[in-house]
């Protein structure tokens, strides 16, 4: 019985998924693919001097005001109505070309307060002072120049294929992703009341340690809820050899950060991914003193609200018992609401539609899927909660030769994102990233 069964449900299996499948390309946009190729091809080297000058000239988060100057300049030169300072330094450009649906396509602009040390003959030698007045270096380290630079092309592409489509462009250029605030700025600032509200919202961001030409892509859940606590463990200070006429927040708080370690091993599900991260300690200023009192910072990820919650939670209880059995000051304790981001899902239609084009353009072996990771992206807020579908997928930016070289016996691994040494090959890199946008916006607006 099941051996006769069998064969027949193996055939009529994917003919029935197919037929159903929400991911299927547009018919009519095989026969535009080389069109896109052709205005791919001529704007490349454009392109690539483009992105080598904003690499030169990267800008901290909500500073980013020459780098959006010239993509907004840019844009405007296709007919797009540009908008700038929308979340302080946000670009909006809209292209309406009749009836059909509003598709968003995200950049993020900010660079990162990292000294450059890649070597490349257009590599930042910008220094600033940040925000406490340090001077720090600072560098495109997450990719957003490449972000920038697809962003532009794309909007060429599209500009040049304007009869070949119908509906509505809202190309964002969103400052400050590097501390989870850009999106919201923007949200706040009126971006779905001011400007056509999308029915699709896509965006790609650079990987830095995939092959350049393939691309990484997760359905559903992809990032993590991201979440800041701080912490200030007080105590009672004194003379380092009198503990006794003091109450020491050295002491509570290193006793804090071992009782944090069981919030996830012992009262998170085993199954629903968490993590608690102590990522800055400080207290005291010398060997003979006990200070008053200890500051902590920890990051928090967590995929689902009600486990976000329960960990919050846990900790504030953890950091009160801890000064409690030491009769130490309550301590305070922040989450800092304006560094939240929400996780990232990408809506499972769009990203199977969106996945399925471009395996047909690139082939099945560029294409790779991935587990959720625990990382954010405040992309996820375009969603509004789920309500808009969106879609961001990962663009390999590594030579094939630095991804041979890092496999070799004896091979250092590639430089991650935020890591000095991270540098993208800007032609296969900015290539694909233009071809494969350009398709997916055209895959949901082809006339
Ligand atoms: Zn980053
Ligand atoms: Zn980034």
């Known amino acids: ?6 064969p027949c449900l193996l055939l009529l299996l994917p003919a029935a998924l197919s037929a159903k499948e929400p991911g299927e390309v547009e018919p009519r946009l095989k026969e535009h693919v080389p069109l896109v190729d052709g205005h791919v091809k001529e704007q490349l080297p454009g392109l690539v001097d483009m992105y080598k000058h904003l690499h030169q000239n990267p800008e901290l988060s909500f500073k980013e005001e020459k780098s959006a100057a010239l993509i907004a300049g840019e844009l405007k030169k296709l007919g797009f109505e540009v908008t700038e300072k929308i979340g302080i330094t946000g670009v909006v450009a809209v292209l309406k070309n009749g009836d059909g649906p509003t598709v968003l396509v995200r950049a993020d602009m900010d660079a990162l307060p990292v000294i450059e040390q890649t070597g490349v003959p257009y590599a930042s030698k910008v220094m600033v002072r ?14 957003h120049d490449v972000h920038m630079t697809c962003w532009v092309g794309t909007a060429r592409v599209l500009t040049a294929m304007k009869d070949k489509w119908k509906g509505t462009l809202v190309f964002v250029a969103q400052p400050a992703e590097e501390i989870g605030a850009g999106a919201k700025a923007m949200l ?6 001011r400007f056509p509200k999308p029915d699709y919202c896509l965006a790609l961001h650079a990987d830095a340690l995939l092959e350049a030409g393939h691309i990484h892509f997760t359905e559903g859940l992809a990032m993590a809820n991201v979440d800041t606590v701080e912490v200030v463990i007080k105590g009672k200070g004194g003379h380092g050899a009198a503990p006794h006429n003091c109450i020491d927040p050295i002491v ?11 919030i996830v091993s012992r009262e998170v599900n085993p199954v629903d991914p968490a993590v608690v991260t102590v990522g800055s300690f400080h207290g005291g200023t010398k060997a003979n003193i ?6 902590l910072q920890i990051t928090v990820r967590s995929t689902k609200d009600s486990t976000r919650k329960m960990i919050l939670e846990a900790i504030e209880r953890k950091a009160k018992a801890a000064a409690a059995s030491a009769n130490a000051p309550e301590p305070e304790v922040t989450v800092r609401m304006d560094e939240f981001t929400p996780k990232l899902e990408n809506n499972v239609d769009l ?4 996945v399925g084009l471009f395996r047909q353009l690139l082939g099945e072996d560029k294409l790779h899927a991935r587990p959720t990771i625990m990382g954010g992206e405040d992309f996820s ?8 579908p969106v879609f961001m997928y990962f663009l390999g930016s590594v030579s094939a030769d630095r991804v041979a070289l890092s496999k070799k016996d004896g091979g250092s691994p590639l430089p991650g994102a935020h890591t000095d040494g991270y540098y993208p090959q800007p032609d296969l890199t900015m290539k694909t990233g233009v071809k494969t946008m350009s398709l997916a916006v055209l895959n949901l607006l082809v006339k």
């Open 351 to 354: 990203t199977r539609k969106t």
């Open 290 to 295: 006990i200070p008053n009192d200890v500051k």
């Open 1 to 6: 019985m099941i051996r006769r069964s069998l």
């Open 252 to 262: 509570i708080a290193a006793k804090f950060v071992i009782d944090l370690q069981t």
């Open 188 to 193: 706040e600032d009126g971006l779905y009341k």
């Open 130 to 143: 940040d925000k406490t007045n340090r001077e720090v270096g600072v560098m495109h380290a997450c990719g």
């Open 381 to 388: 807020r375009y969603s509004l909660n789920g309500q808009i």
